[in-house]
């Protein structure tokens, strides 16, 4: 959602306050390498706790302790699948974050070098 500069300003400061408050605990549980990385993986869609640990390449008490942490603040959600447990993003709101993090964090390999 973007912000005209009007509603900005009528925007009271309460509703700034909390808005601000729920901002900074996102982004508190983003600035934890590990977590940005389980749910950079899970952007195109759901994974297994197996999946996750070769895509971050740590161990499976590691992964799941963390994808413990993120289902308590409901960022992600679990489905099980016979034995396994899918995990995905729950929260829409990550999604275009993690996308723009990704944009300027993680450019192709050749965004550097010049055309010509």
């Known amino acids: 959602m973007h912000w005209s500069v009007a509603e900005m300003i009528n925007f009271s400061a309460?509703?700034?306050?909390?808005?601000?408050?729920?901002?900074?605990?996102?982004?508190?549980?983003?600035?934890?390498?590990?977590?940005?990385?389980?749910?950079?993986?899970?952007?195109?869609?759901?994974?297994?706790?197996?999946?996750?640990?070769?895509?971050?390449?740590?161990?499976?008490?590691?992964?799941s302790g963390q994808l413990a942490r993120m289902r308590a603040e409901?960022?992600?959600?679990g489905r099980r699948q016979g034995r396994i447990i899918r995990y995905r993003i729950a929260d829409p709101r990550l999604v275009p974050i993690l996308e723009?993090?990704?944009?300027?964090?993680?450019?192709?390999?050749?965004a550097g070098s010049a055309a010509g």
């Open 14 to 63: 309460g509703a700034m306050e909390a808005a601000a408050d729920e901002a900074a605990g996102l982004l508190k549980i983003l600035s934890n390498p590990a977590r940005l990385r389980l749910l950079c993986a899970l952007l195109n869609g759901e994974r297994s706790v197996g999946e996750l640990e070769v895509a971050l390449g740590s161990s499976q008490s590691y992964v």
């Open 74 to 77: 409901e960022l992600v959600i």
């Open 100 to 110: 723009r993090l990704y944009e300027v964090f993680c450019p192709p390999p050749d």
